[in-house]
Structure formats: structure tokens, C-alpha cells
């Protein structure tokens, strides 16, 4: 295992970048295609087929229960394995789907497939470092992994103008499989075989009971799901919002991979500011500001139709700019102090966040139909539940300047 204070190297980054960047991949793909795929399996209301995009978050959330306990009992590798081969079935059934039913069926499938490489690659950076160098790797990691957000839309519209909707599902499953060998090549087992837990009936219960002796752990497992579902708010209505409300479906892949550049450029500075100003104090100012913002939209546009797409455009942005702040820095904090339970930690931890996230974006999507102000009602209720959170439960001070030495 590597010395948990030493700079990480470009490999590991990108290798656990791309183990997560799947998910991203399934997810941010096939948003040019929501509507043909909808047509193809005669659904067409856009906000029924926003579930296309939520339903894969409810099997991210699910899965990562089985494969976090089954990983400290077994080690980390082989769970990615098992997680791709369920991935291949999955992505079947998405293509094969002759109803929505059974399309959204496959998607929660891919949810939880993938919920393995995803849970992994964090248990892994668990097992290798701590602290705020672990923040500064998922940061790293995540900037990295932003990169797919960026790219998917306009890939997956050019594979779907090329080939149709369903070789979108084939690219991913290649790209999964050049991912599979490069983890089976070149990543060590990160478990240490004194921490391996035998497998009972009881390892999810004792896994959970000492979960719960960590106030600080609790709260930032719940403010990262309040944050995650105001954003899969955004992420599931994306497509009806600048295709339908704003008429720009060509121009959509190109606005979609401008906003996930905000991201990354802030989840990349994340990582070289976390060692100077600390996790909780970076991250605390970075969730002021986005609610803030949010709320700044809705007094400024209160009972208004929508402004012009570069409006709305400047709010996003300064948005995402601030959750780039907030991913890495929010699970580095929960995950602090179970590294000895990392497996099912980062399992629980995932499970409470996504599973939370999906029926705040199911509700408020429902309400953007024709206007994008209920998402930024949205944004701002859920980010002053999780500022309230975070300024009740964080165990360190938040405004006092991190001395490095």
C-alpha cells in the first residue's frame, strides 16, 4: 500500500478517474437521446423519460450496500470485476427495452453495476490515503473524471446521428472493457488482508452501528445527498430545458460540456487549495455561495418567464463552479474517520446520498415543465438544509485559516 502522505501519481489518478467516469459515461451519453428513445419505445412525455436519468441514480445508491460489505470481506478487485460483468447484462436489457418499464428496469440494472467500480474506486483512494491529501486525490480524481461529462453529450449525439441510439450502449461497453483490463493490469489489491472482514449476515449491521458513532460522518453522508439531488435535478431535465424550453437541441451537447468545464476547473483548483484552507473551511464557503445564488435567481426572476439562454447560462456556471467545492471535499469528510470500515463505509455513505438525492429530483423535475425556476427553488432549499447541516455538525471551526507547515 502506498505511504497515505505521498503526492499521488498520475496513473492511480486517472485509472480511479476512470473507474467512476463510467457512471458519468451511461448517464451523460445518452441525454441527446432521450427523445428518440422515447419515440422507440413509445414514450413521449419529457418528464417520464427524465426517469431514464434518475433511475440509474436509485441503483447507484442500492447496489453499493452489497458490493461496500462484500469488499472488505473479499477485496476491492474482484467486486470491479463482478460489478462489469452485471454491467454487460444491464446494457442488454437497455437495448433490447420494448417499453419504458422495461428500459428503466436496465437502467437501475447499470445503476447498480456500476455502483461497484464507483464505490471501489473510493474505498481504494480510502485504503491509499487520508486527510486532506485524500481530498486533494478525489479532487484530482474528480477533475479528471469531469472530463466525461464534457465529452458524453456530443460523442453520444455523433454515435447517434451516425449509428442510432443504441450503439451509444455498445461505446460504453467497450469503454468499460478497456477500463476492466487496465484495472486488471495495473492496480494492486489495496486491502490489507489484517482488515478483511469475514463475510456473515452481520457485516452490514455491525458495519452500520459503528457508521453511526460518527456525528460528522452522518451529517455530511446526508448534506452530500441534499447536494447531489439538486443536481440531478438539473442533470435529469437538462435535455427538456435547452432542447425544449429554449429550442437549442443542436446546441445542447456544446452548452451541457461548457458547464461541466465550470466544474472541473473548480474541482481542480479544489485540489491545490484544500492543503491551504482545509477541507470544511473550503467547502463551507463554497456552499454559501451556492445558495446564494440560487436564491439570487429566484427573487430575481420570480413569477417571469425564462431569461435569455446566456442568463441562465451565468447562474449555472457560477453554480457548478461552486459544487466542484463541494463532491470531494463533503465524502473526504464523512470517510475521515472510518477508514477502518472503508468498504461499507463508502457503501452506506453512497447509499444514504444517491438514494436521498433521487425523490428531491424526482419531485422538483416534475415541476419544471415549462420554466427552469423551480430548479433553482430547488437548488436554493436543498443548499440551505445542507448549509444548516454543515454549520451544526462540522467538528473543526470553519472560519479560522488552516496553517500549513
Not at 37 to 63: H, K
Not at 139 to 145: M, P
Not at 347 to 359: C, K
Request: a neutral charge; proline letters at 5%; hydrophobic letters at 55%.
Amino acid at each position: 500500500m502506498q505511504n497515505q502522505d505521498a503526492k499521488p501519481n498520475f496513473e492511480f489518478v486517472a485509472l480511479m478517474a476512470s473507474l467512476m467516469s463510467i457512471v458519468a459515461l451511461a448517464i451523460d451519453a445518452i441525454l441527446p437521446a432521450i427523445s428518440q428513445i422515447g419515440i422507440s419505445i413509445n414514450s413521449p412525455d419529457p418528464i417520464d423519460n427524465q426517469l431514464l436519468i434518475t433511475m440509474i441514480f436509485l441503483g447507484l445508491g442500492v447496489g453499493q450496500l452489497f458490493f461496500g460489505p462484500l469488499s472488505d470481506s473479499f477485496g476491492r478487485k474482484p467486486i470491479v470485476y463482478s460489478g462489469f460483468i452485471l454491467f454487460i447484462v444491464a446494457s442488454a436489457i437497455c437495448v433490447l427495452a420494448p417499453s419504458l418499464e422495461i428500459m428503466v428496469a436496465g437502467r437501475i440494472l447499470q445503476g447498480i453495476a456500476l455502483s461497484a467500480p464507483r464505490t471501489m474506486a473510493i474505498s481504494i483512494i480510502r485504503d491509499t490515503y487520508k486527510g486532506d491529501y485524500m481530498a486533494r486525490v478525489m479532487s484530482f480524481v474528480t477533475a479528471f473524471f469531469i472530463l466525461i461529462p464534457v465529452v458524453a453529450p456530443a460523442i453520444g449525439k455523433w454515435i447517434m446521428d451516425a449509428f442510432g441510439w443504441e450503439a451509444i450502449f455498445y461505446m460504453q461497453l467497450f469503454f468499460a472493457l478497456v477500463v476492466c483490463i487496465w484495472f486488471w493490469k495495473r492496480q494492486v489489491e489495496t486491502l490489507k488482508p489484517e482488515y478483511k472482514i469475514p463475510f456473515s449476515g452481520s457485516v452490514f449491521k455491525d458495519g452500520l452501528i459503528e457508521f453511526l458513532k460518527y456525528r460528522e460522518t452522518v451529517a455530511f453522508t446526508f448534506i452530500s445527498g441534499f447536494i447531489t439531488g439538486a443536481f440531478l435535478v438539473y442533470l435529469s431535465a437538462s435535455q427538456h430545458v435547452f432542447e425544449d424550453q429554449y429550442g437549442l437541441p443542436e446546441e445542447f451537447p456544446y452548452i451541457f460540456a461548457g458547464l461541466a468545464v465550470s466544474i472541473g476547473l473548480s474541482t481542480f483548483l479544489n485540489g491545490t487549495l484544500v492543503l491551504r484552507f482545509g477541507m470544511r473551511r473550503l467547502s463551507f464557503m463554497a456552499l454559501f455561495a451556492f445558495c446564494l445564488t440560487a436564491l439570487l435567481y429566484v427573487a430575481v426572476f420570480w413569477n417571469k418567464p425564462n431569461p435569455s439562454v446566456s442568463v441562465l447560462i451565468a447562474f449555472l456556471s457560477v453554480q457548478f463552479f461552486c459544487l466542484g467545492f463541494l463532491w470531494g471535499n463533503f465524502r473526504s469528510i464523512a470517510m475521515e474517520p472510518i477508514g477502518h470500515i472503508a468498504g461499507i463505509g463508502a457503501a452506506i455513505n453512497g447509499f444514504v446520498s444517491t438514494v436521498l438525492a433521487v425523490p428531491i429530483a424526482n419531485y422538483i423535475g416534475s415541476f419544471v415543465e415549462d420554466t427552469v425556476w423551480p430548479l433553482f427553488v430547488g437548488l436554493g432549499i436543498c443548499g440551505l438544509i445542507a448549509l444548516m447541516l454543515f454549520a451544526a455538525f462540522s467538528k473543526r471551526p470553519l472560519l479560522t485559516r488552516k496553517v500549513v507547515r
